[in-house]
């Protein structure tokens, strides 16, 4: 997919990847932190597929949910895990699901967003409902507004509790810089039908001009309101020194249900304190209408180190912003703040935030000049930002933190205020390990690691995609997903002992 793994930027990391799930796949996925991105959509395979979103019997392999209980042997709570559905499996349309599903968002009645890479090329994007997978669009696939689905998806894909569900997919041709010639598109449960809200060179900006496209991580409320990073032509985006400017800015902007388009936070608005936005991406709405994003300001330290230049991806070092329903733009976080627990923030990422106005994101602690390769999880909560987890910190279940994930998608806090995410943990015994966590009430457990039994499914290997990653990022980093609800359930993927890719749900038992 290429959500990604922003580090900053957005686009969760984005280091485009190429993958192959099997020996011999020429299929490729899209991850991105230092890759020069020309040459990828020329390998890629195109499939054409319908785009009418109808709700057909599913084949009997995703309609059986394999549910077992399960308890980790080292103390973990208790969970139920049922098994959603399993790679080298029939999607909906043509092919398999391989190499990895990529969990964007889980709602209280069970329904889950995800994007998937499939057998016949590139990726395609999927809601769970009631047990049954629908298909709402894939590489090669012709869009609502007439376009053909390019070779990925811009994650997490996201969905509210009506399972309206929200995606960005890149456009044929495949245009740089990323997110450039990519659409944003929203799927109504009540019509069954996906329309376009940002077509590119055709959808009107708010301000003037005319949308170049859409960057990761679309978000929607249960009020319907749709928040997403736009680019747009500006001379007031991010300028980095020692590179051209190509032209371009990003911002945010809502999309209300009946069909306007707003701005929230856009290049040359004031930013508290002084200064001048130039960059605002990965924008999370809840349903009072705050809005938390990841901003740069003009004149500040620019471009995250190892990242691509801006001819072909859009990045600096970000800080953590919200935008109260009142109008109020509120700083969080800056880059360079002291972190809870000692260090400095070289930046953060991957905002998630509840309908309290709480947020869970992943703060960068690698001194300068370097980034990337100490990844913490924090929260604000009650008005303060509290450590959940830290490079070095004692894990539930055995050994310590090296690193939370740089991959948009693996962390999450619901309205309980809990905060799940995933992380690879080093025990001096054990050449990879891998868990999922949860932080509650200040108090960190383990939902599943490596090494958790699940009687009738299998055992976890990894909470890791089965992939190659080329280039590879600076660090490892578990791939999970980590996607909470209110009911306190967990989606989230894992690989087994015998090879299987699977998607799963933990349920708290009862």
């Avoid at 686009?11 to 485009?16: I, T, V």
């Avoid at 992943?362 to 490079?391: C, H, M, Q, W």
């Avoid at 280039?471 to 999970?480: D, K, L, Q």
Wanted: include cysteine.
């Amino acid at each position: 997919m290429i959500d990604g793994v922003r580090s900053s930027i957005l686009p969760r990391l984005l280091d485009l990847r190429f993958v192959r799930a099997n020996p011999g796949s020429t299929e490729m996925s899209m991850w991105t932190n230092r890759f020069t991105v020309p040459a990828l959509c020329c390998t890629l395979v195109a499939t054409a597929c319908g785009t009418g979103v109808e709700e057909p019997e599913a084949p009997a392999s995703a309609q059986q949910d394999a549910l077992t209980y399960s308890s980790w042997a080292h103390g973990s709570e208790e969970y139920v895990f049922t098994a959603l559905a399993f790679l080298d499996t029939p999607t909906p349309g043509e092919g398999t699901f391989v190499n990895d599903f990529e969990v964007g968002g889980l709602n209280d009645s069970g329904d889950i967003a995800f994007g998937a890479d499939v057998s016949t090329g590139g990726e395609g994007v999927f809601l769970r409902h009631r047990g049954r997978i629908l298909e709402l669009g894939r590489t090669g696939g012709t869009a609502p507004d007439d376009s053909i689905f390019s070779f990925g998806f811009l994650g997490p894909v996201h969905l509210n509790e009506r399972a309206d569900m929200v995606f960005n997919f890149l456009l044929e041709p495949f245009t740089l810089p990323v997110g450039v010639n990519a659409g944003a598109y929203r799927y109504s449960h009540a019509t069954r039908s996906v329309t376009a809200v940002v077509t590119p060179y055709e959808t009107p900006a708010p301000g003037g001009g005319k949308f170049q496209g859409v960057f990761f991580g679309p978000n929607i409320n249960n009020r319907g309101e749709h928040v997403f990073a736009g680019l747009v032509k500006t001379q007031k985006g991010f300028h980095a020194e020692d590179q051209p400017y190509g032209g371009l800015g990003i911002g945010a902007y809502v999309a209300r249900p009946g069909g306007d388009i707003d701005p929230v936070v856009v290049p040359g608005d004031a930013a508290p304190g002084g200064g001048k936005f130039d960059y605002v991406v990965e924008p999370w709405i809840n349903d009072r209408g705050d809005v938390s994003f990841i901003g740069h300001i003009a004149g500040e330290t620019g471009p995250v180190p190892g990242f691509p230049p801006q001819a072909e991806l859009i990045n600096a070092l970000g800080s953590l912003y919200v935008k109260r329903a009142s109008g109020q733009v509120r700083s969080i976080v800056r880059a360079g703040d002291p972190a809870p627990g000692g260090g400095t923030f070289r930046q953060v990422f991957h905002d998630v935030m509840n309908r309290w106005g709480d947020i869970a994101f992943n703060g960068d602690l690698t001194p300068s000049p370097e980034a990337n390769e100490d990844i913490a999880v924090f929260v604000y909560l009650d008005g303060r930002v509290k450590a959940v987890a830290r490079p070095g910190d004692p894990m539930p279940g055995g050994g310590t933190l090296i690193n939370a994930s740089l991959v948009g998608g693996n962390v999450h806090i619901n309205d309980r205020r809990e905060v799940v995410f995933s992380a690879h943990i080093r025990e001096d015994d054990k050449p990879l390990v891998t868990g999922l966590y949860r932080w509650s009430r200040g108090q960190l457990s383990v939902v599943a690691r490596t090494g958790t039994v699940i009687p009738g499914i299998g055992t976890v290997n990894q909470l890791h995609s089965p992939q190659l990653v080329i280039p590879p990022p600076p660090i490892f980093s578990p791939t999970a997903g980590a996607v909470n609800n209110n009911l306190g359930q967990i989606a989230f993927q894992a690989v087994l002992t015998d090879g299987r890719g699977v998607m799963l749900l933990a349920s708290p038992y009862p």
